[in-house]
């Protein structure tokens, strides 16, 4: 499974679950009662909850849109990990958390399908983890006005291809929230 020596854990990824983020996004309130259900049952076998925060010019640290979205709470010992691209390890310190808590495999969930969880996905499988999306706790607006198809299908095709991704001693794969185990 994960090429990463030693890395036996799992951990729960709540990726820009913002105000700003998720505010029209496909089916918001589906995906956050799943996220929320993911955080009570990771939370419940001791499993690392690391949340992930997008700042950017429209997201504006300590700004309204910026923030998580109210429903979902934050336990002060669950890691924040702030960033400014889309892949949630490029230039934060997700990697040494990860390391920390001994995981190599992950449960993906939160916004944008076809931005930053995308990007998250790749970036976990190319670093050594196993990346699991949860196929119904992730979310993505609608931007058809730009080209892009509608938003169950953005969601829809994601789900579809990560389920077959896997690379040399790595595992993609899709769980629904229930149907996810730690």
């Known amino acids: 499974m994960t090429t990463l020596p030693n890395r036996p854990n799992t951990a729960l990824l709540i990726v820009d679950v913002q105000n700003g983020v998720v505010d029209s996004s ?15 049952k990771a939370r419940s ?10 700042s950017s010019d429209e997201l504006k640290p300590d700004s309204a849109p910026w923030q ?29 958390v990860l390391a920390e808590r001994a995981v190599g495999r992950l449960v993906v969930t939160g916004a944008q399908t076809d931005a930053c969880i995308r990007s998250t996905l790749h970036g976990a499988i190319v670093r050594g983890y196993d990346a699991t ?16 198809p509608a938003p169950q299908q953005v969601i829809s095709h994601t789900n579809l ?3 077959w991704q896997e690379a040399p001693g790595r595992k993609g794969g899709t769980a629904t929230t229930a149907d996810v185990t730690f």
Request: no cysteine; hydrophobic share 35%; net charge negative.
């Open 45 to 54: 076998e001791a499993v690392p909850v690391i949340w992930i925060q997008h």
């Open 68 to 96: 998580y979205v109210p429903e979902l709470i934050r336990e002060a010992d669950e890691p924040l990990v702030h960033k400014r691209y889309g892949d949630s390890f490029e230039a934060t310190e997700l990697e040494s």
């Open 161 to 163: 291809y990560w389920e």
């Open 133 to 148: 999306l949860v196929s119904d706790a992730h979310t993505t607006e609608d931007l058809t006005q730009y080209g892009a």
């Open 26 to 40: 496909h089916n918001r309130d589906e995906v956050i009662t799943n996220i929320n259900t993911l955080i009570t």
